[in-house]
């Protein structure tokens, strides 16, 4: 099996502040895959669109864990910021798309896409795992390879 390759930045995040951020992203995601709401789902895609796309500071999901890591005991960690901006960006393709189908009224499929970014968000804020690695090592990266040079 090959390694994992992750993007990387200069910057570092809180880890306590980006697990209790997924925390409530999944509550929002798990509440949308029981009961499927436009409102959710365009929620979800607006806050990972802040977080993705440098506007943290408008992101009320990562201004409430920021606020919610103020009652949590563990000490903090200082992460690479770069899984966690590429993480967010699948997040806002996933909660977009789910968006999307529901707007389509393709229920089901909006729900199937719903499930996997809760499944996403449940490993984050559980035990700190981000399946943005795997995702940019298998499906980012070989075709970045394979059409690096062309124009």
Excluded at 72 to 84: L, R
């Amino acid at each position: 099996m090959s390694s994992l390759i992750c993007p990387v930045s200069n910057e570092k995040v809180d880890e306590k502040v980006v697990r209790a951020t997924a925390l409530l992203s999944f509550i929002i995601a798990i509440l949308f895959t029981l009961k499927p709401n436009l409102y959710a789902a365009g929620f979800l895609a607006i806050d990972f669109y802040s977080r993705a796309f440098g506007m943290k500071n408008t992101s009320i999901l990562a201004c409430s864990g920021a606020g919610l890591t103020q009652f949590v005991p563990f000490q903090s960690k200082e992460i690479n910021k770069g899984p966690k901006i590429f993480a967010a960006r699948v997040g806002f393709l996933f909660s977009i798309v789910s968006f999307i189908l529901l707007l389509a009224h393709y229920v089901l499929a909006s729900q199937i896409v719903m499930g996997i970014l809760t499944l996403f968000a449940f490993l984050e804020w559980s035990v700190g795992f981000c399946m943005g690695c795997y995702v940019y090592t298998y499906a980012v990266l070989p075709f970045y390879k394979k059409n690096r040079g062309k124009i």
